[in-house]
């Protein structure tokens, strides 16, 4: 079975059991990229609005709301 550790620790976390394959993103930050060795590939984030800070995942999108930084953490 794999494990997922997201450092820092969420107050909350859902988790469905659905896994996705993530080949990079378009529009992930570059500094965090170079630092991190994110690829570029066919993922996006998106910034929406939502109370608190947060983050949702679907195929192919990533939905952050909130502090932005909170979210690439």
Known sequence: MKRVYV???PK???FDGTWYEC??????????????NVEK???IIEKVEGLSTGLSTE???????????VAFA
């Open 7 to 9: 450092v820092p620790e």
């Open 12 to 14: 909350v976390l859902e």
């Open 23 to 36: 080949v990079g993103f378009q529009n992930f930050p570059e500094f965090l990229a170079k630092e991190f």
């Open 41 to 43: 590939g066919s993922w």
């Open 59 to 69: 195929k192919g999108v990533v939905r952050v709301w909130g502090n932005e930084n």
